[in-house]
């Protein structure tokens, strides 16, 4: 539990942002809830009494200084950040404090570790892009897959959902980051990223328990294209979809998430299996849970709670699986997520 460290949580009214805003709360710490709208502010506040709320503009640096103003660090859940993770970055790295972003954009995500892994490792300032259920947790898993190995040739991260209901928040990332790709698709081969117009396969994954072989599209290119190779020695780097959830969530007719829990969690259920393979050997890693942007929470709280605390590998801008104990930090997240490690 932690000891009432403030964390600032910018985009804090959004869905993602209200899970991590109660998730702190949970953990023990004070969330500060920061974003451009004061009246979503308030109405947040009002559901949290006593929430400390700094309305801030990513146009206005001196608003962006007050919502960092003495505490222990920021969590990013704003996007598009293409728009919003520099400015944030900046601020913070003139507050001095740790960033964790949740943002899904493969080159809003590479960015990050273009522009400001110099200056964040000159600092000592902990950076870390796409803490959340994409990017983040696929890079845990392949991390922990890897075991001791150093390098393999490839990496497969196939995502079972049942269904994706989208937010408004994962339609505009995905629509700035298809006009900032110009209207082309994106794949990690030979190292690199690398734009394509191709169709996209169709393929039979066969999960573990309990979906079994279900129809995926293949290249379905998600943000564990920058994470995972930001740090492992892996050339080929593919992440797949079930066609149920590409289908939802690119079709304009999908509502946003309903709660059905408590928590404020919808039905969504997720498999995810993550395939390592060097030769002829593979190594495998699965994680199962319910609701994508709910279980974000967990992953970027427990982010903060280990850089908080010191349990980190490195500075600068890292990926989850480079800056803590992967299959430590899989562990933590029991009973959000639950994980099989299977060489
Ligand atoms: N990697 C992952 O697995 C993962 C998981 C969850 C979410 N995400 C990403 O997180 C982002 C938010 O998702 P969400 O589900 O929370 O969506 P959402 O409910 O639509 O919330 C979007 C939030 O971003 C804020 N925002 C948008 N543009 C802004 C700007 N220019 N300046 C300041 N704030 C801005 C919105 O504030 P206003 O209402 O004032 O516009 C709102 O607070 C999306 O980019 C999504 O892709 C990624």
Not at 185 to 203: I, M, N, S
Not at 211 to 224: K, S
Not at 277 to 298: F, H, K, L, M, N
């Amino acid at each position: 539990m932690a000891t009432g460290q403030t964390v600032t949580v910018y985009g804090a009214y959004g869905h993602t942002g209200r899970f991590v805003v109660a998730h702190l709360k949970e953990r023990g710490f004070v969330p500060v809830a920061a974003g451009r709208d004061a009246a979503r502010l308030k109405a947040l506040a009002d559901e949290h009494p006593g929430l400390d709320v700094r309305p801030a503009s990513v146009d206005d640096p001196v608003s962006l200084d007050r919502a960092m103003d003495g505490v222990a660090a920021v969590v990013n859940c704003a996007g598009p950040f293409a728009t919003t993770a520099a400015p944030v970055i900046e601020a913070a790295l003139r507050a001095g404090i740790p960033y964790v972003d949740v943002a899904a954009e493969i080159e809003a995500n590479a960015d990050t570790f273009t522009h400001f892994a110099d200056r964040a490792h000159g600092t000592g300032t902990v950076i870390v892009p796409a803490m959340a259920f994409y990017g983040g947790l696929g890079d845990l898993l392949a991390t922990a897959a890897m075991g001791d190995w150093t390098e393999a040739d490839e990496a497969h991260i196939a995502y079972g959902l049942n269904s994706w209901e989208p937010t408004e928040g994962t339609r505009a990332a995905g629509k700035v980051s298809a006009e900032r790709r110009g209207g082309r698709r994106v794949r990690f081969t030979k190292g690199q990223l690398a734009y394509h117009d191709d169709e996209l396969p169709t393929l039979q994954w066969s999960f573990p328990h309990p979906l079994g072989p279900r129809a995926v599209i293949g290249e379905f290119t998600m943000a564990d294209v920058v994470t995972v190779p930001s740090h492992l020695s892996i050339p080929e780097v593919r992440t797949y979809m079930t066609t149920e959830a590409a289908g939802g969530v690119v079709s304009p007719d999908t509502p946003t998430p309903t709660a059905v829990d408590e928590h404020g969690r919808s039905a969504q259920t997720f498999l995810v299996e993550v395939v390592v393979r060097s030769g002829d050997t593979e190594r495998r890693a699965v994680a199962r849970g319910q609701d994508i942007y709910a279980v974000t929470a967990p992953l970027a709280v427990e982010a903060v709670d280990r850089i908080l605390t010191g349990r980190t590998r490195t500075v600068g801008v890292a990926s989850a699986g480079e800056i803590f104990d992967a299959p430590d930090f899989l562990d933590a997240l029991s009973p959000h997520v639950t994980v099989e490690l299977r060489a």
